[in-house]
């Protein structure tokens, strides 16, 4: 499809679901389904991890479109590791790729690139490659985005836990706040709305302390096939939920003032 076609179709998408406010301010995507999408294709898994890497420009530049602020992109979870050999080091492989291709256009549109999980784990050139697209983008004023590589919820409560004993914070001082501010997400908000391809219903330990009232969306879609479409349809499922933090109906609390 021509380029221009598929902008002013963003564009008519944006204003219609603009109408149905309110859009989420955090999106956070369990991109699942690259294996499947391969195997339905007859093709090795990793032609489906490649399919699925391409995909992210096209999401990213929807989700700006959409002036989401936040978007953090689940890539490879500290349990990936289980994976075939292989099957890891094509996935580090084309991590390293996506950082060269897609660095400077990233830059260009003012995102700023975070990363979530550990980054000793990774192979040295790996880990400098991360590092220069972090300073890169690091003072740029656009969409925060943050890429969940290897990322387990559970090692990151850990870390936290560890640090703020060595920092030596008193326990009474250790509210729900200090601790979120030692968690790889200091400083970004929890995320509204979850969203997962491949259709599976979990989390697979993405995000487990800062999804605790996060609307959650799962879709049958695999993650390379996600496009516009798919993402207008989370987003108008998004607008039809009713967020209540465990109080009460919106309208009961204005009648109350
Ligand atoms: C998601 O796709 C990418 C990673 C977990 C690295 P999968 O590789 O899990 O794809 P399926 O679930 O096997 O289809
Ligand atoms: C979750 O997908 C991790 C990522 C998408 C990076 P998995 O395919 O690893 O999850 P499970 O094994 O089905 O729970
Ligand atoms: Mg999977």
């Known amino acids: ?22 859009l989420p301010k955090h999106v956070a995507i369990i991109m699942d389904g690259n294996g499947r999408w391969a195997e339905k294709r007859g093709l090795p898994r990793l032609i489906g991890h ?35 050999g292989e099957e890891v080091d094509g996935l580090l492989r084309i991590l390293a790729e996506m950082i060269d291709r897609e ?30 697209a972090l300073e890169m983008t690091k003072n740029n004023p656009g969409m925060v985005l ?13 870390e936290a836990v560890r640090r703020i004993i060595q920092d030596g914070i008193p326990s009474e001082e250790i509210t729900e706040s200090v601790f979120s501010s030692y968690l790889y997400t200091a400083d970004v908000p929890e995320p509204d709305l979850v969203i997962r391809t491949g259709g599976e219903i979990r989390l697979s330990n993405f995000l487990i302390w800062q999804t605790a009232y996060s609307e959650f969306y799962s879709t049958s879609t695999l993650w390379p096939d996600f496009g ?19 109080g009460l109906k919106a309208e009961g609390e204005a009648r109350e003032g």
């Open 146 to 158: 943050n890429i969940a590589f290897d990322y387990g919820g559970r090692a990151e409560i850990l």
């Open 1 to 22: 499809m021509q380029r221009w076609w598929v902008v002013a179709g963003l564009r008519a998408a944006v204003s219609s679901v603009k109408k149905i406010f309110p």
């Open 228 to 246: 516009e479409k798919e993402i207008e349809e989370a987003l108008v499922a998004y607008s039809q939920r009713e967020r209540r933090f465990g």
């Open 103 to 132: 660095t400077r256009e990233l830059h260009r549109r003012g995102a700023k690139l975070r990363h979530l999980g550990r980054i000793d784990g990774l192979p040295p050139l790996l880990q400098d490659k991360v590092q220069e």
């Open 50 to 84: 490649r399919a699925g890497t391409d995909n992210v420009r096209r999401v990213v530049e929807c989700f700006d479109a959409y002036q989401v602020k936040y978007l953090t992109l689940y890539a490879f979870s500290t349990e990936n590791w289980r994976r075939p």
